[in-house]
């Protein structure tokens, strides 16, 4: 049987009151909120299994979304989502005006059963204006953005070579890709990975 049809099982039982095993379903690294699932979308049409917002409100274990094009999306948080907020974490780790971008099974009734949510990811692309112990200070679009380093938890990629935990060859002027978790109503993220030149 198809893998997508598999998982899509899994998610509408687990919706509706069954137990699936989290991670079981899909990868929680933060590259894959970017990647692009293409099964059954038309060029250019919204992705029907995919939200992104800003949550507005929590009752139980469904999450209203206000979307950046002002949609509202019903997110379900069932026992095999995958929850990621800068590592792995737990349903209870989300709060009110965090954002997210969510990827499941959309319901019958609109709701979106969620396979993986990422809380407050970024991926955004900048200058190095200064390298300070543990923070990265970056030009992005004009804003300075104050990127933090996690002992234990962010890495660098050096030119695609495999993520280390060694960030000190990170240069003042040089481009850069962060992936990290944003620190809401603030210009501060937390860096889980960022892709550089040696």
Same mark, same amino acid.
């Given at each position: ?16 009151? @069954? ?23 038309? #060029?250019? /049409? ?9 949550? &507005? ?12 094009? $002002? ?5 379900? *948080? ?7 907020? %800068? ?6 780790? *989300?709060?009110? @005006? ?29 200058? =190095? /204006?200064?390298? @300070? ?6 030009? !992005? ?6 990127? !933090? ?10 030119? @695609? $070579? #495999?993520?280390?935990?060694? %960030? &000190? ?8 890709? =962060?992936?990290?978790?944003?620190? #809401? ?14």
């Amino acid at each position: 049987m198809n893998q997508t049809v598999n998982r899509r099982r899994l998610l509408a039982t687990a919706a509706l009151g @069954g137990v699936v095993g989290a991670t079981g379903l899909g990868s929680l690294a933060p590259e894959a909120a970017f990647a692009t699932e293409a099964v059954g979308v038309e #060029p250019g /049409a919204p992705d029907p299994n995919f939200a992104e917002g800003l949550i &507005s409100s929590i009752s139980g274990h469904m999450l209203l979304v206000t979307g950046s094009d $002002t949609v509202l999306h019903s997110i379900r *948080i069932t026992d095999g989502t995958s929850i990621w907020k %800068l590592h792995p974490t737990t349903f209870d780790r *989300i709060a009110v @005006g965090d954002g997210l971008y969510a990827r499941g099974v959309r319901l019958p009734d609109g709701t979106l059963a969620a396979d993986s949510v990422w809380v407050n990811i970024v991926n955004l692309h900048g200058h =190095i /204006a200064a390298v @300070g112990r543990n923070v990265v200070h970056l030009d !992005h679009k004009g804003r300075r953005i104050v990127a !933090h380093v996690v002992p234990g938890r962010s890495a660098a990629v050096y030119n @695609g $070579t #495999p993520a280390v935990s060694d %960030l &000190s060859l990170l240069k003042v002027g040089r481009h850069v890709q =962060i992936l990290g978790a944003w620190h #809401p109503k603030t210009n501060e993220i937390d860096i889980a990975t960022v892709y550089a030149a040696a």
